[in-house]
């Protein structure tokens, strides 16, 4: 592939792979490499252990057993920048670039290990589909990861032509922008095009993941976004809403008006991994009302003088969401401290002292009722 036929080039474009979020802080970093004689890339695809890179000199398959393959979280995914090799058969990826943001959920396995979905991503696009009731607490889930990861996140309503009343819509709408505190919120139809103008300025600039369940609606967004079928698209279930997975591995393609996207396989889990700072976005209402809290250490389950349980009992904060907040952060101690001797022992320690203070408050309500 020559320069002129890379995605967005022209005689205006400085570098070749300005259209794939190349930059001079990319240009800076992989300076000392390039005085090696390596080329730069930017990973489109990854397969079994080989990468599609997109090069200057055109895109090319390269092996990526160089690259601490037994390290989950140190593989080459899909969004990074890396060093190839110039040559050779097969060719190898050296290195990648330290990562920008990194989009990580735990895995399935019972070694609690995490899982890096997409590298160096500026919007982490959350697809929820109408087609089905909303579920806010997973809603909010991948906002915290999204949080985590460093990118800014966009919850887009799909499918928002079965829902052809405008004001239920906006009620939907609402619900989910009360669950997602500082996030863009954006009702899209692929089919009728309402909503794709918003989406598009949004994702314009930078690199954009889309994220979300199978029959979310996802690969045709995509394909609405990119302006032709470059995805499959599947049939969903009537019954539950729930389709199969259309897209089996992380692509990342060029937007015609700017940016790049990568799409991702439907999510049947999405565990989080080390996401505190993530869940507390997600929840800054209640980190705010924290602060009014009696005692600083306020775990907002019955403490006198806990403001949290407070704005539930007067409707300012809805349970709910409280309740979803305890599940996240429950959730995320449970992952860390498998990996972190230390935080497992202050949760032990925390435990114990949760359990003393309520056998003392039965002892003494015991007491009074005695003494009554």
């Known amino acids: ?175 989910v922008e009360t669950s997602a505190p500082g996030v863009a919120v954006v009702s899209v139809s692929s089919l009728g095009g309402e909503g794709l103008d918003t989406l598009a300025a949004i994702v314009g600039g930078g690199t954009s993941v889309l994220l979300g369940q199978s029959g979310a609606g996802k690969s045709t967004l995509a394909n609405a976004l990119l302006g032709e079928d470059v995805m499959d698209v599947q049939a969903t279930r009537d019954v539950d809403g729930k389709g199969r997975h259309t897209t089996t591995t992380r692509n990342l393609l ?24 993530g869940v507390g976005q997600v929840f800054s209402e209640i980190a705010e009302l924290a602060e009014r809290c009696r005692f600083h250490d306020c775990a907002h389950e019955a403490e006198p003088g806990c403001a949290v349980l407070a704005a539930v009992d007067t409707g300012e904060l809805p349970e709910r969401r409280l309740q979803s907040y305890r599940k996240l952060q429950r959730e995320n101690q449970r992952i860390v401290a498998k990996t972190d001797a230390r935080l497992r022992a202050e949760i032990r320690k925390d435990w114990k002292r949760k359990g003393a203070m309520g056998k003392a408050a039965m002892e003494a309500k015991r007491g009074a009722h005695w003494r009554s």
């Open 254 to 277: 060029v937007l015609p008006g700017g940016g790049v996207l990568i799409d991702t396989p439907g999510l049947r889990g999405v565990g989080l991994w080390d996401a505190e700072t």
């Open 1 to 175: 592939m020559s320069f002129s036929s890379l995605p967005g080039s022209s005689s205006s474009t400085s570098h070749p792979l300005e259209p794939y979020g190349w930059d001079a802080g990319w240009e800076a970093e992989f300076a000392p490499y390039e005085a090696e004689g390596l080329l730069a890339g930017r990973v489109v695809r990854v397969d079994r252990g080989q990468c599609d890179v997109v090069t200057a000199d055109g895109p090319l398959r390269a092996d990526t057993a160089f690259v601490t393959p037994h390290d989950p979280l140190r593989v080459v995914c899909t969004g990074d920048w890396v060093a190839v090799e110039p040559g050779g058969n097969p060719r190898y990826v050296r290195t990648y670039l330290p990562r920008r943001t990194a989009f990580v959920r735990s895995t399935s396995s019972q070694r609690s290990e995490g899982q890096i979905l997409a590298a160096n991503v500026d919007h982490a696009v959350i697809a929820v589909s109408l087609a089905v009731e909303l579920d806010l607490g997973r809603i909010e889930r991948f906002l915290a990861l999204a949080w985590e990861s460093g990118a800014q996140p966009v919850v887009v309503l799909t499918k928002a032509d079965l829902v052809p009343d405008p004001v239920t819509l906006s009620y939907l709408v609402q619900d």
